[in-house]
């Protein structure tokens, strides 16, 4: 019984000193992560938007070779010279008639300001040449010129 009374009555563990010392290791270690992980998380945020500008790029010029698109989506199969929204949700090209129904905005990205009221809408001229930009929901064919397309995409920003 008195070995027993002398385990529960012994005073060890740690000070108040050490304790803190501990806590302040676990702030400064933490104080340092943020800014990393804040870096990896937009990182990310620019692969998307990048990796969704190539796959709309990709599906304007499969439409384009093969001249056609799934016909729920767009009657009447593809036409170049006319701008399509990209559905990232879907993988599907939907057409830019200014109502862009169905499609959400997907812009993730803070680098190039695609926030969240940002489409990716692809043009195809009759040549091939695909030509992508990030615009809103107003975005109306009579805007398009060919030096507002193709900048300050995400896919400059991982090439550099």
């Known amino acids: 019984m008195l070995k027993l009374r002398n385990k529960l009555n012994k005073k060890g563990g740690f000070t108040l000193v050490e304790m803190l010392i501990v806590v302040a290791i676990i702030a400064i270690l ?18 998307t938007d990048a990796a969704n ?12 070779l093969s001249d056609s698109l799934d016909t ?9 010279e006319t701008a399509y929204a990209y559905d990232a949700a879907n993988g599907k090209l939907v057409a830019a008639d200014g109502t862009l129904s169905g499609v959400t905005p997907y812009g993730k990205c803070t ?4 926030n969240e009221d940002k ?11 695909v030509y ?3 615009d809103e929901k107003t ?5 398009f010129t060919e030096n507002d397309w193709n900048k300050d995409l995400c896919g400059d920003t991982i090439n550099k």
Do not use: D, M, N
């Open 72 to 80: 729920e989506v767009i009657a009447g199969g593809f036409e170049a």
């Open 30 to 47: 933490v104080a340092v992560s943020i800014p990393l992980i804040t870096g990896a998380l937009e990182r990310t945020r620019i692969a």
């Open 139 to 143: 975005f109306t064919e009579a805007t």
């Open 111 to 114: 680098t190039h300001k695609h």
């Open 119 to 129: 489409y990716i809408f692809v043009y195809v001229s009759e040549e091939g040449q």
């Open 132 to 134: 992508v930009k990030w």
């Open 53 to 64: 500008e190539r796959a709309a790029k990709a599906e304007a010029t499969i439409a384009y």
